[in-house]
């Protein structure tokens, strides 16, 4: 199996601050990776994804740093809008089968 | 283009009734699944498809059926509904093992 587990469940930041998010998973067969956003009342969005023969992909305003050693991952997001305030989960695929974790609520303060 | 769709949006059920979650996506991606999501817990698979007529269980099955009679479609079944089920379920899509999956709007189901 996997598990999947975000280091803090909320996170408040201030608007144009950088937020970063972390995430630990529990098997070191996981090759792939993927961050979505949550919007209340809406389903998941895919943000950025990262596989296990890369150490940090790049999007817009969004960075996902891989840590194989530890098996940890991070999102970060620059510059911080009010737009962004939403919860946030990693998930890793595991033969066919993904697993999420709990979620970071991230909260945009202007 | 649609995506995802799921139907209905919202859904009250007594104990012991039984219904169907429906899920149809237009982008002909061969892996569909779905999940269910908790207060606290995050998002767990109950079924997945890799393609028509293939299914399997994931995380936690129990108290649920699938089919995948087609490629567009992949209903979720509850024979006989529980309060334990009481639940917000997504549906998903994608092109297959480790690659992007796109979620639906879901269907938030309280069971009395």
């Known amino acids: 199996g996997e598990s999947v587990g975000l280091h803090l469940p909320t996170l408040s930041v201030q608007e144009g601050d950088n937020s970063i998010i972390n995430c630990a998973y529990s098997?070191?067969?996981?090759?792939?990776f993927i961050w979505y956003k949550q919007e209340s009342g809406k389903g998941p969005q895919f943000i950025i994804d990262?596989?296990?023969?890369?150490d940090k992909r790049q999007g817009q305003r969004v960075t996902v740093l891989l840590n194989k050693t530890v098996k940890h991952l991070s999102l970060q997001i620059a510059a911080t809008q009010p737009g962004d305030s939403a919860v946030y989960f990693c998930?890793?695929?595991?033969?066919?089968?993904?697993?999420f974790g709990t979620g970071t609520s991230l909260t945009v303060i202007p | 283009n649609a995506g995802v769709t799921q139907t209905p949006k919202f859904q009250v059920l007594k104990t012991g009734q039984s219904m169907t979650l429906q899920c149809a996506q237009d982008m002909n991606h061969e892996y569909m699944s779905w999940y269910r999501q908790d207060p606290g817990m995050g998002l767990r698979l109950i079924h997945y498809?890799?393609?028509?007529?293939?299914?399997d269980q994931g995380e936690v099955p129990n108290g649920y059926n699938v089919s995948r009679s087609t490629t567009e479609d992949f209903p979720l079944r509850l024979l006989s509904a529980a309060p334990s089920q009481t639940s917000v379920y997504f549906c998903?899509?994608?092109?297959?093992?480790?690659?992007?999956?796109?979620f639906g709007a879901g269907t938030r189901l309280s069971v009395l």
């Open positions: 098997n070191s067969a996981s090759d792939y």
């Open positions: 998930a890793t695929d595991t033969g066919n089968q993904f697993y």
């Open positions: 498809s890799v393609g028509a007529g293939i299914t």
């Open positions: 990262i596989r296990s023969n890369m």
């Open positions: 998903a899509t994608g092109l297959g093992e480790k690659n992007i999956q796109y």
